[in-house]
């Protein structure tokens, strides 16, 4: 019955020859995001913005009218009012600016006598949000440096840097569907970006592993074909545990978007979102970046001795 | 004939301890793993350390600062408080489970310096002249609640009394203040007030050479035994500042997790049925190491006393997902080696060593990057850090060695030999020996 085997090895499938293609669509893809991102921006949720939000929930279905007259009786005006939850019976209202310590004793005592559960009122000052993003991208930055570093002892400088290329576009895509769809940067989106920054890493390195191995059974490199094949084999021989994997962690993911807490569908929507682009930039765009710099490197190594030889 | 069967015993045997094992102490694990304010709800500020112009603020005065809000924090009796040090200047303090939010807020930012004042707001006795742990909440002749104090040196209070008991009404009052601040309040600007900012301000009508003081405020008992409480805890040594605070309801949280955990359930169970198709009797033991491994990782995780935040879940998501990698990445090598020709146990043996170092070399990128994000980052970032690293270490070891020794224990009892179709590999796609 369950007789799929992704045995993409006999297949005929060359995945270097539209090479170009892969990057002018890489390339595409980074420039609409950063188009994005300059034009729509991110929406930056409480955590970046200055102010306040309460989170409730009531045993019965909530209207936006019934939270804006509740919120009346306590004396306030919420700026926006989201209803969540399967009938609407979570319910988030967001203060720009913040509210007095009183303000919202009031609201927690009102939310409670009438709906039996106490609200979360969260307030906070963009500054600890912004400099806590800042600090995960300066820990991501030196974790980029150090991952160039092993990778460049244990394998070689150019495998690291395609691997960190990846790395950073996996990141940046992720950040692009969020200004596309213009949901809510959180902190926990900053925690799924790092799970997608691990994720991509673990893809290109398992991959370029393979491409490594079957580099060294090759006596010697004779033309860019012949690379060229070498990593293809290398992309398709990896291409079943590819999948699967990819298939595997989505499988957590998806049920984490879908079924999971209001709370983390964002966050593991920014997961689902890194996890393809992962796939992708592995199997289209890392091996195939590192091929072509490779090759400039054994061309210019291989004409350097001849250069040598004319001027003496 | 004897050996084969001991083999696939010991398989068994090895299940079924396993297997009981994780059945009977699941539950606590689940029990006492620590959950973050994100998902058991609860009150958590961070505090800004403010020290006096034109004052560094040293380590000592983080460190002195902390320990006192620890010491408030027992007062609350929370029992899984957590206050950390962030920054050069910044305390985090984070209270899961408690409930009353204002009375914790309230406990924690007052500055607890007492005071005891002339008139003319000068200085006579400050908090350091108190004797440390001798505040109580006792009653007066009239029953009322009032707060008693111990001094260290009575002499001195009796020669501050000498000197005031002469003084006419009102200049012979000992103003005892908490909280004063020097350009906001003064004696005189109060005592007016309906309900003045200094705690009282008692008429000295005699010396007094006693170590024992009392300060009658008009309390109730919950008031004194709270500025009790206050006052043993100890005062802070530096003003510290509100600049974020957050506030989770309990049931928010819970409904969280609860959503949560049946979301997990429902994405490892789906994990564990497609290695199970795709890669038949090898995916049944990536069934069994997957489970071991995640009941492993939340004995490690609580045996450190990690806090399981959303991050943290996060970071446990990716931990699978490297272990089903683990798993995947062998199992194609040996798929791999069979297709080849290979005989089973030589198929295993080359595929798991040459699937190894693959393994490593991704898994040591990943803590590399972990590492990093934890020693560099801050709170939500480190949560994720110290989840990855535990779940990588962990996958590390059921995924290479667990699954090793379950397969090898099959594939060494030969009864496996050449049922491919139970490895997912096809009979006509094995490349025949001459």
Redesign the interface.
């Known amino acids: 019955m369950?007789a799929?085997?992704f045995?993409m090895a006999k297949k005929n499938i060359d995945l270097i020859k539209h090479r170009k293609k892969y990057f002018v669509f890489t390339i595409a893809v980074v420039l609409a995001g950063a188009i994005l991102l300059s034009t729509m921006g991110l929406n930056l949720g409480i955590d970046f913005e200055s102010g306040t939000r309460v989170?409730?929930?009531s045993e019965e279905p909530l209207t936006e009218e019934e939270i804006e007259n509740e919120f009346a009786v306590v004396g306030l005006e919420p700026d926006d009012i989201t209803l969540a939850g399967e009938n609407n019976e979570?319910a988030s209202a967001q203060f720009i600016g913040f509210l007095e310590?009183g303000e919202v004793?009031d609201i927690?005592g009102h939310f409670e006598d009438v709906f039996g559960?106490?609200?979360?009122?969260?307030?906070?000052?963009p500054?600890?949000g912004r400099?806590?993003a800042i600090?995960?991208l300066?820990?991501?930055g030196?974790?980029?440096l150090?991952?160039v570093i092993?990778?460049a002892i244990?394998?070689e400088f150019l495998y690291g840097l395609a691997a960190i290329t990846a790395l950073l576009y996996d990141a940046f895509l992720v950040i692009s569907v969020f200004s596309l769809l213009q949901l809510e940067i959180n902190?926990?989106f900053?925690?799924?970006v790092?799970?997608v920054?691990?994720?991509s890493?673990?893809d290109t390195?398992?991959t370029f592993?393979?491409i490594r191995e079957n580099v060294k059974k090759e006596e010697e490199i004779t033309s860019f074909d012949h690379l060229a094949g070498v990593v293809n084999n290398s992309l398709l021989?990896?291409l079943?545990?590819s999948l699967?994997?990819v298939?595997?962690?989505l499988?957590?993911?998806?049920?984490?978007w879908?079924?999971?807490?209001?709370?983390?569908t964002s966050?593991a929507f920014a997961?689902v979102i890194g996890m393809i682009a992962g796939t992708y930039s592995s199997l289209f765009f890392a091996a195939q970046l590192w091929l072509v710099w490779k090759y400039k490197v054994i061309e210019k190594e291989r004409n350097k001795p001849v250069s040598e030889a004319e001027e003496s | 004939m004897g050996k084969k069967w001991g083999r696939i015993g010991a398989f068994f045997a090895i299940i079924i301890a396993v297997g009981i094992l994780i059945s009977q102490t699941a539950f606590d694990v689940a029990r006492s793993t620590n959950l973050g304010l994100d998902l058991q709800g609860g009150f958590e500020v961070l505090y800004e350390l403010q020290p006096e112009d034109g004052q560094e603020l040293t380590e000592n005065d983080i460190q002195a600062t902390a320990s006192a809000l620890n010491q408030r924090v027992d007062v609350l009796g929370v029992s899984e408080p957590s206050i950390t040090v962030e920054g050069e200047d910044r305390i985090r303090v984070q209270l899961p489970g408690v409930e009353d939010q204002e009375e914790a807020r309230e406990l924690l930012s007052t500055e607890a310096e007492l005071s005891f004042r002339d008139v003319d707001d000068n200085l006579m006795l400050s908090g350091e002249d108190l004797e440390q742990g001798g505040a109580s909440a006792v009653f007066d002749e009239q029953n009322q609640p009032i707060v008693q104090l111990t001094l260290q040196d009575g002499q001195e209070f009796g020669e501050i009394t000498e000197e005031l008991y002469t003084n006419p009404p009102p200049e012979n009052s000992l103003v005892i203040w908490l909280d004063y601040e020097e350009e906001e309040h003064a004696f005189y600007d109060e005592i007016g007030e309906a309900d003045p900012a200094f705690l009282s301000a008692p008429s000295v009508n005699e010396p007094l050479y006693t170590d024992t003081v009392t300060i009658q405020g008009g309390f109730t008992l919950e008031e004194a035994e709270f500025l009790a409480e206050v006052l043993n805890a100890g005062s802070l040594p530096v003003q510290i500042e509100e600049v974020y605070s957050n506030a989770v309801g309990a049931s928010l949280g819970e409904q969280a997790l609860e959503e949560t955990l049946f979301a997990g359930l429902v994405g490892v169970s789906l994990i564990l049925l497609y290695m199970m198709a795709y890669y038949r009797f090898m995916g049944v033991i990536a069934a069994i190491t997957l489970s071991v491994y995640i009941y492993l990782v939340m004995i490690l995780f609580n045996s450190i006393q990690g806090v399981l935040t959303l991050p943290g879940i996060a970071a446990l998501i990716l931990g699978v997902g490297m272990a089903v990698d683990a798993n995947i990445l062998t199992y194609e090598r040996i798929k791999e080696e069979l297709k080849d020709g290979k005989s089973m146990k030589s198929a295993y043996k080359a595929g798991s060593r040459r699937a190894l170092g693959t393994i490593i070399d991704a898994n040591v990128t990943t803590i590399i990057a972990a590492a990093v994000l934890f020693y560099f980052g801050t709170s939500a970032v480190q949560g994720f850090a110290v989840m990855l690293i535990v779940s990588i270490l962990t996958s590390f070891i059921t995924a290479v060695y667990g699954s090793r020794l379950l397969l090898g224990l099959w594939i060494n009892s030969r009864s496996l030999n050449r049922k491919y179709w139970l490895f997912g590999v096809k009979e006509r796609d094995v490349r025949r020996g001459l």
């Open positions: 369950f799929v085997d045995n989170d409730f929930m979570q310590e004793t927690q559960s106490e609200p979360n009122v969260s307030t906070v000052s500054q600890i400099e806590l600090n995960a300066i820990a991501t030196l974790a980029a150090g991952i092993y990778v244990r394998f902190i926990p900053i925690a799924a790092l799970t920054v691990g994720y890493i673990n390195i398992v592993d393979r021989q990896t079943t545990r699967n994997t298939i595997t962690v499988f957590a993911a998806v049920a984490i879908l079924l999971g807490s209001e709370a983390i966050f997961i």
